[in-house]
Nanobody, 127 residues
């Protein structure tokens, strides 16, 4: 069964850190592009990052609002991708989703035609 499961969300104070996990089952993440997306209530979905497949160059692009604060990494043995989020701001509050099949478009990551989504995890940045 193909599945993406996010975890690691929660409540954190401004300036704090969280690490989100995206664990895959039923397929090998290395061979797919992986995107992180977020959506806040009343706002459009925003593409936070898109990481190329390992079979390509494995590089990651980030939307300007998170550059220098968020970092994507992979653990091949665990078939898991992580989103390390540092220096969190209230405006980072959103439901975060990982997804396969992304590409970099105008303004950020975009979901590709064969995208597969996880169920999401909530991140709340508040004092």
């Amino acid at each position: 069964q193909v599945q993406l499961v996010e975890s690691g969300g929660g409540l954190v104070q401004p300036g704090g850190s969280l690490r989100l996990s995206c664990a895959a089952s039923g397929f090998t993440l290395d061979y797919y592009s992986i995107g992180w997306f977020r959506q806040a209530p009343g706002k459009e979905r925003e593409g936070v990052s898109c990481t190329d497949p390992i079979t390509s160059n494995g590089s990651t692009d980030y939307v300007d609002s998170v550059k220098g604060r968020f970092t994507v990494s992979r653990d091949n043995a665990k078939n898991t991708v992580y989103l390390q989020m540092n220096s969190l701001k209230p405006e980072d509050t959103a439901a975060y989703y990982c997804a396969t099949d992304c590409f970099w478009g105008t303004g950020g990551a975009q979901a590709g035609p064969e995208v597969f989504w996880g169920q999401g995890t909530q991140v709340t940045v508040s004092s």
